[in-house]
């Protein structure tokens, strides 16, 4: 798995992620990885500490159609087990304000995101209390963390009773005014 990764991504810094949406892959079930709600990756029940490792995994994850996530290579595909979200937004950076302003969210495994309207920003109240998520890319999503939900509450407008914040053009609910 990991040559086959190697040769898709490279071994320097930057960011190139592999074109895991065209591949398709036998599925070959799985192999004891799992995210926890805390953004800590695990095999086989042990933390995996090598941070590049799990940037390296994170460039290959996918999240098809039947909900699962799973590691991909032109070659495999393993189910991941997600608690909550495969990645944390760690950061939200605001240029400009207004109806004008564009939220770039930092992960905690690199990707960098513009919330807009192809990257919406979306707040789940399951739980009784706001969790917020913006989308990275194909169907997997970061939950934002607390820091950065309450940058937004800040930087937030009231629109019909409810908070929100412009990016890219497009309006995000928040939720209701207390």
Known sequence: ?????KAHVG????????PVEKWNPTYCGEAGFEILRDGTWLH??????RERLVRLFSTILRKDEDGETYLVTPVEKI??????APF???????????????LVFTTNVGDVVTAGPD???RVSHESGE???????????EARVLRAPYFELVEWSEERDGKLGVWSGGAWFELGAMA
């Not at 189910?79 to 909550?84: F, G, L, P, S």
């Not at 706001?130 to 997997?140: F, I, M």
């Open 130 to 140: 706001p969790r917020p998520y913006v989308l990275v890319r194909g169907r997997l």
């Open 44 to 49: 086989e029940g042990t933390r995996i500490t």
């Open 88 to 102: 944390l937004a760690t950061r939200v950076d605001r240029h400009g304000e207004g109806r004008d302003q564009t």
């Open 119 to 121: 990257r919406p920003l």
């Open 79 to 84: 189910r991941v087990k997600v608690a909550d």
């Open 11 to 18: 071994t320097g810094d930057a960011r190139t992620l592999p």
């Open 1 to 5: 798995m990991l040559a086959a990764l």
